[in-house]
């Protein structure tokens, strides 16, 4: 092995079905595949396949193969995300200069979205069960209200003779304070 960097080399391996069996084992064929593949008798390709993967010099070679691949991937990954921000940001000057205002709010927003510029604002970050029990004071005063409204309309009278009755039914022992104030919501 030779020491490169962050990599250490494995020199090719000196037998060349066995560098082709490593590059076959790299590149994902099984070990019995890549041992037919490379010329080897496939009555033997179930036990000697994976036995010769389980060689030293083949096993560091195709560990060695397959970090190069995925190394050489990231890069890949990395160019293109690069190339395609360049793009929309060339594409949001271009449209900007040539006036076309919704292309180049367009390209402006998929680069913000791509640098994680935007918050999404779409999840409120309130979940509700229904269960009323599990509302705060507020949030269960809010729903009263809105309730009360719903039965007898907005004539303040009117709501004000409901919520008297719920809080005079409220007095009666036994029952829970929110039943009591929202009983439409607790007959389930």
């Given amino acids: 092995?030779?020491?490169t960097g962050r990599l250490s080399a494995v020199a090719v391996l000196w037998n060349s079905k066995y560098e082709h069996f490593a590059r076959l084992v790299a590149m994902?064929?099984?070990p019995a595949q890549a041992y037919i593949a490379v010329g080897y008798e496939e009555k033997t390709a179930y036990t000697c396949g994976p036995r010769?993967?389980?060689r030293p010099e083949v096993q560091a070679r195709?560990?060695?193969?397959?970090q190069k691949a995925a190394q050489t991937s990231i890069q890949q990954a990395g160019l293109s995300r690069e190339f395609v921000l360049r793009e929309l940001m060339d594409n949001a000057l271009q449209a900007k200069q040539n006036q076309e205002w919704s292309a180049s709010n367009r390209a402006l927003e998929l680069l913000g979205k791509e640098l994680g510029l935007f918050v999404d604002r779409s999840d409120h970050g309130f979940h509700w069960d229904g269960d009323p029990n599990?509302?705060?004071e507020e949030q269960h005063e809010k729903l009263v209200?809105?309730?009360?409204r719903l039965a007898v309309g907005d004539d303040p009278q009117a709501i004000a003779e409901a919520r008297k009755q719920l809080e005079a039914e409220a007095s009666t022992?036994?029952?829970s304070r929110r039943k009591e104030l929202c009983p439409i919501a607790?007959?389930?």
């Fill in 145 to 148: 209200n809105h309730l009360i």
């Fill in 52 to 54: 010769l993967l389980k």
């Fill in 186 to 188: 607790m007959d389930n």
């Fill in 173 to 175: 022992p036994g029952t």
């Fill in 134 to 136: 599990t509302l705060t």
């Fill in 1 to 3: 092995m030779i020491e």
């Fill in 28 to 30: 994902g064929q099984s």
């Fill in 62 to 66: 195709v560990t060695e193969l397959q």
